[in-house]
């Protein structure tokens, strides 16, 4: 697996879909995020199991 990669994801907000570069030679995360269209603080939670980083998105206040 390399180090950074880039996922597409739709925000929890307003829907679009955005772009997120990951760290991935720091393990599991959590971390807030600004969607690039509505600006609204987005939840990134990181999980590294297994061969493809998983990544999910929720609103700040529902994390």
Not at 49 to 60: A, I, Q
């Given at each position: 697996?390399?180090?950074?990669?880039?996922?597409?994801?739709?925000?929890?907000y307003?829907?679009?879909?955005?772009?997120?570069?990951?760290?991935?030679?720091?393990?599991?995360?959590?971390?807030i995020?600004?969607?690039?269209v509505?600006?609204?603080?987005?939840t990134?939670?990181?999980?590294?199991?297994?061969?493809?980083?998983?990544?999910?998105?929720?609103?700040?206040?529902?994390?």
């Amino acid at each position: 697996m390399q180090s950074l990669e880039t996922v597409s994801r739709s925000c929890p907000y307003c829907g679009e879909p955005i772009e997120l570069l990951l760290d991935c030679t720091e393990g599991d995360q959590q971390y807030i995020e600004d969607c690039q269209v509505c600006c609204r603080p987005i939840t990134v939670d990181l999980q590294l199991e297994g061969p493809e980083p998983v990544v999910m998105l929720t609103c700040e206040n529902d994390a």
